[in-house]
């Protein structure tokens, strides 16, 4: 029998490595991140193993991810927890054993969504009660959501938020061993464990959070209060997790925070988000870099030289406008103007001619005229987005607006709604087209499910490509001539004279 392992003498990189079932689970669960987890992970095996003597399978776990890139990025590190642990992913919910709902709070029908499946999670627990059921992430930060949750959905398992998903093991097992629904929501956080295992949905890209949080209280906006106060890593652990990535085969990466470009300002030792940037690009095996979101208030000119300079970075901004108009936006608290905004832009488009810029709007917020949405239609003729995310102002309890007695009637804020997203779609149709019948880089990233024998890819501005392939072209870098502009994708065929 080989000697059992005590998890409070390793060190935090060896854990990666470990053997999980070489662990001394009857020793006390070390104080100290992430050996704890660690820890849990192991304990959990348990549980696994006596499933798997019952069943004659391993158990299945299906997550589904509700929201932005951030919510992606975390669900990714909870499958990772979940395999080390001994559970096998399965794209079913039906047929699964935990689930897990990693939820989005950023507009109220996102906690709607949530709502119309519990019912659904229900009964899947009459079928199967042995089922564990989870829910996690951005809506559960909401107290009123909790208490309703406790109240009324008391089949659920797991409840808890989004600073301390990295105790996933340990409430797992927390649950497996009492009876009741284990609730552990956090406030807030200074702590971030970062090395726990993770599961990358491609294998030749991944995001990396630089970030965690937000500071600018759009007055909208309830991700601050779910999110919390703005906290960056550190530059050196970011740059190793990249190469890493790289060594793994890693050829895009996407640098990931509410509000990148105040990345490194409330460090020790403070760092820009345009010199994390060109670290970044040093590092062999990155090809492409992105990053989300950034802030137009924040977007220096060290930054817009730092895209201009370095070719990995993929020519892609997206800049969140909210509105066009310079009252709105006041009062939205997003400090800058229609003029500083289309400044902005006009600079940047100067640094890096071919930029693909897109962009999310907000109509109907309180207060919001005819005359302040015509200014928003005038910024989106004015700059010629690629695409623009455009929502309806969702009252979220708590923000300032919300307390607002302006609110705008349903029937108009939909009315501009229309009228939004036909500029939008009319003028993102004629920019999109703009490389039609030249040779551009296409990272491949899946065969296309709709057309028998071809692949699916993105070009640096970030539009989509397909073209005749097969699956062994997946994360492969090809240069392709795109032969059909069709509005919001191209159709393309593979440059065989440049390959
Ligand atoms: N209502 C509508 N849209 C919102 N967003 C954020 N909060 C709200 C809200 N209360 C949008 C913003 C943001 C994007 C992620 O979601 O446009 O950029
Ligand atoms: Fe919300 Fe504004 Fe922070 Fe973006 S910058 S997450 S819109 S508060």
Request: charge should be neutral; proline fraction near 4%; hydrophobic fraction near 35%.
């Amino acid at each position: 029998m080989k000697p059992k392992v005590d998890l409070r003498k390793i060190k935090a990189e060896e854990l990666k490595t470990i053997d999980l079932d070489t662990v001394d689970i009857n020793l006390e669960a070390p104080d100290f991140e992430p050996q704890r987890q660690y820890y849990f992970m192991a304990k959990c095996r348990e549980w696994v193993r006596e499933f798997e003597r019952k069943y004659g399978r391993r158990p299945f776990a299906f997550i589904q991810t509700f929201g932005c890139q951030m919510n992606a990025k975390d669900s990714e590190k909870l499958i990772g927890i979940l395999r080390q642990t001994g559970f096998e992913e399965s794209p079913q919910q039906e047929e699964a054993d935990l689930i897990l709902y990693n939820t989005c709070t950023v507009r109220d029908n996102a906690n709607q969504k949530v709502y119309g499946h519990l019912g659904y999670l229900q009964t899947l627990k009459k079928k199967r009660p042995h089922l564990i059921i989870g829910l996690c992430g951005c809506m559960m930060q909401e107290a009123q959501v909790v208490e309703k949750i406790q109240k009324s959905y008391s089949f659920v398992d797991l409840v808890f938020g989004t600073h301390n998903i990295y105790k996933l093991a340990e409430l797992l097992y927390g649950r497996l061993k009492g009876k009741s629904m284990v609730i552990d929501i956090w406030e807030s956080t200074k702590q971030s464990v970062e090395e726990l295992p993770a599961r990358r949905k491609y294998a030749f890209k991944s995001g990396v959070n630089i970030m965690y949080g937000c500071n600018n209280f759009c007055s909208y906006c309830i991700v601050p209060y779910v999110r919390g106060r703005e906290r960056s890593r550190q530059p050196e652990e970011i740059l190793d997790e990249i190469r890493r990535l790289a060594a793994d085969g890693v050829k895009e990466v996407m640098l990931l925070g509410q509000n990148v470009n105040s990345y490194g300002k409330t460090l020790e030792e403070p760092m820009s988000f345009a010199r994390l940037l060109r670290q970044v690009a040093q590092i062999d095996g990155v090809e492409r870099i992105r990053f989300m979101t950034s802030h137009p208030k924040d977007l220096s000119d060290e930054l817009i030289e730092a895209m201009r300079d370095c070719k990995k970075v993929c020519r892609h901004l997206h800049l969140p406008l909210q509105s066009g108009s310079s009252r709105i936006l006041e009062q939205m608290n997003r400090h800058y103007t229609k003029e500083q905004y289309l400044d902005l832009v006009e600079r940047i488009r100067q640094a890096v001619p071919e930029i693909s810029l897109t962009t999310d709007i907000i109509v109907g917020f309180p207060g919001e005229t005819e005359e302040d949405f015509q200014e928003t239609l005038d910024v989106v003729r004015k700059v010629g987005f690629d695409s623009a995310f455009t929502f309806i102002y969702s009252k979220r309890t708590g923000t300032p607006a919300a307390a607002r007695e302006d609110q705008i009637p349903e029937e108009v804020v939909k009315d501009r709604f229309e009228r939004l997203l036909k500029t939008v779609q009319q003028i993102a149709s004629q920019v999109c087209a703009r490389d039609l019948g030249k040779i551009r880089d296409v990272l491949v990233e899946s065969v296309n499910d709709h057309q028998e024998g071809y692949v699916s890819g993105r070009l640096s501005s970030n539009l989509l490509v397909h073209f005749p392939g097969d699956a062994s072209l997946i994360g492969q870098i090809l240069p392709v001539k795109l032969t059909e502009a069709k509005g919001f994708y191209y159709m393309g065929m593979v440059n065989k004279e440049a390959v």
